[in-house]
Nanobody, 119 residues
Framework: QVQLVESGGGLVQPGESLRLSCAAS????????MGWYRQTPGKERELVAR???????DYADSVKGRFIFSRAGIKNTVYLRMNSLKPEDTAVYYC?????????????WGQGTQVTVSS
């Protein structure tokens, strides 16, 4: 079983920054995609940023130029640096990964971390 553990959410004022972290653990053989999604009440979960095994890095249009996705030297850890935060960035942010473990393919979500942007 592959587990994802997120950290770094919190309450900030508009214009401030936060960094989210996500660490994947378990019998991981390979990760095909790893990324961040967010969700607000009554809305579907939406892509924020993701990295594929081919090296393709996708961002939602609403965060381009403000959010930066990166991966640690330990490849199973990723970050989301969120700059110039806006109230509309308020959401629960989820880490997601899919790939292959020692036992089967996996498609895993983290527990979510709340980000609130408010003055």
């Amino acid at each position: 079983q592959v587990q994802l553990v997120e950290s770094g959410g919190g309450l900030v004022q508009p214009g401030e920054s936060l960094r989210l972290s996500c660490a994947a653990s378990g019998s991981i053989v390979s990760i095909n995609t790893m990324g961040w999604y967010r969700q607000t009440p009554g809305k579907e979960r939406e892509l924020v940023a993701r990295l594929t095994s081919s090296g393709s890095l996708d961002y939602a249009d609403s965060v381009k130029g403000r959010f930066i996705f990166s991966r640690a030297g330990i490849k199973n850890t990723v970050y989301l640096r969120m700059n110039s935060l806006k109230p509309e960035d308020t959401a629960v942010y989820y880490c997601h990964a899919e790939g292959t473990s020692a036992y089967s393919d996996f498609n895993s979500w983290g527990q979510g971390t709340q980000v609130t942007v408010s003055s």
